[in-house]
């Protein structure tokens, strides 16, 4: 058996090179590669003969990174062969991350371990979602977009959702939201952690207000919640409320009709402003459709905690049902004050985003049935 290995980022792929570091420390059970200085070392628990046969593979192509319009062809490297003669037994290789190391188990012990995990999932859906939980520091974390991207705010709020709170998982989702509470700066949350342990990047509006919907929802489904996990997850909440209101990075404020502006040139806030480079392709600047909803439901939420963000309810979202209709498209504008220009509104389509941005009410689409029933009774919703 060969192993192929690189020792990339996620973004990137991997080419034949002379910097990569072939040399393999062999060990009584044990072989470690170590691909590139600064990247984690591979470890190999294994009962098979290596044997040291450098070569590189070239030329992989991946269907899927093709598909999505990514580069999608790589080189991977093969330090070695390993060798084992099955009439002595099974053929055993476990492999870990350095830093991650834990005593190598038998075959059997292994096995049964996997087993006990499997049978304690109730389907292979939820077997799945599992992959998707992962740890980071003393609690946990989602990677939900594995294996294109690593710890991201925005979708980790969103997938908690479903990976934990569906399944009954209260526990890991109550240790990635108090591992997420203590994020909060200025009133936001990361959007990104990078692996390699540098600043966190604050570069999204929706994300911490997704956190409150998750904080929510996580509340609501737990009867047993302690006091101090309670009051860690109410004080994120208020601390993002309170940094929304006032003002934040990226001109991120409540402004004077209660809406939510955001936005500068050059920086994507939104889940759907594409970037190339410096090149923000769709920018979004001024008052995102989804961002209401998710700042209206946010304040609504926050109402439950400190009765003053209920007082300031009622003043988005009147002045959303007024101002996001279209009534050329028949639909909702994508943004309203584009560019933070009172009434420059952008007509992009925005009936999907905004109906999956909300949760607590659903307000775009109740906005969208009264606007319509108001103007003309026969029209379609």
């Not at 499997?118 to 294996?147: C, E, M, Q, W």
């Not at 049902?321 to 009434?343: I, K, P």
Request: charged residues 25%; aromatic residues 10%.
């Amino acid at each position: 058996m060969r192993p192929l290995i690189s020792g990339r980022d996620y973004h990137s792929l991997h080419h034949e090179n002379a910097g990569f570091n072939f040399e393999a420390d062999v060990g009584f059970g044990r072989v470690v590669f170590q691909p590139y200085h600064g990247v984690p070392s591979i470890l190999v628990h294994t009962d098979a003969i290596y044997s040291h046969q450098p070569e590189w593979y070239r030329n992989f192509l991946y269907s899927e990174e093709r598909d999505r319009g990514l580069d999608c062809v790589e080189d991977l490297a093969s330090p070695g062969v390993f060798r084992w003669d099955l009439s002595m037994g099974e053929a055993a290789m476990q492999l870990t991350a350095g830093g991650h190391d834990a005593a190598a188990a038998s075959v059997p012990e292994t096995r049964a371990m996997e087993c006990r995990r499997r049978r304690s999932f109730p389907s292979r859906l939820h077997r799945a979602a599992d992959s998707y939980i992962v740890n980071r520091g003393a609690g946990k974390t989602i990677i939900a977009g594995y294996p294109w991207f690593a710890d991201w705010g925005r979708d980790t709020f969103i997938a908690i959702r479903g990976l934990c709170l569906a399944t009954g998982r209260l526990d890991e989702a109550r240790s990635i939201l108090l591992e997420w509470a203590g994020a909060v700066s200025q009133g936001m949350l990361p959007n990104r952690f990078p692996d390699a342990g540098d600043t966190p990047e604050f570069n999204s509006v929706d994300a911490s207000l997704w956190y409150i919907v998750a904080v929510f929802d996580f509340i609501r489904a737990t009867k047993d919640l302690p006091l101090p996990d309670r009051y860690k997850l109410e004080a994120a909440v208020d601390a993002i409320l309170t940094g929304y209101a006032a003002g934040t990075r990226y001109r991120i404020r409540a402004d004077s009709d209660g809406l939510l502006a955001s936005g500068v040139p050059g920086v994507q806030l939104t889940w759907m402003e594409a970037k190339v480079g410096d090149w923000v392709v769709t920018p979004r600047i001024g008052k995102p459709v989804e961002v209401q909803a998710l700042w209206i439901n946010a304040l609504q939420i926050g109402g439950a905690i400190d009765e003053r963000w209920m007082s300031l309810h009622a003043k988005p979202r009147k002045s959303f049902e007024a101002r996001f209709w279209n009534e050329a498209g028949s639909g909702l504008y994508d943004v309203v004050d584009c560019d933070h220009r009172a009434g420059i509104n952008d007509a992009r389509a925005a009936q999907i985003r905004s109906s999956q941005s909300v949760g607590y009410p659903s307000l775009c689409l109740r906005a969208r049935v009264r606007a319509a029933s108001s103007t003309r009774s026969n029209r379609g919703c």
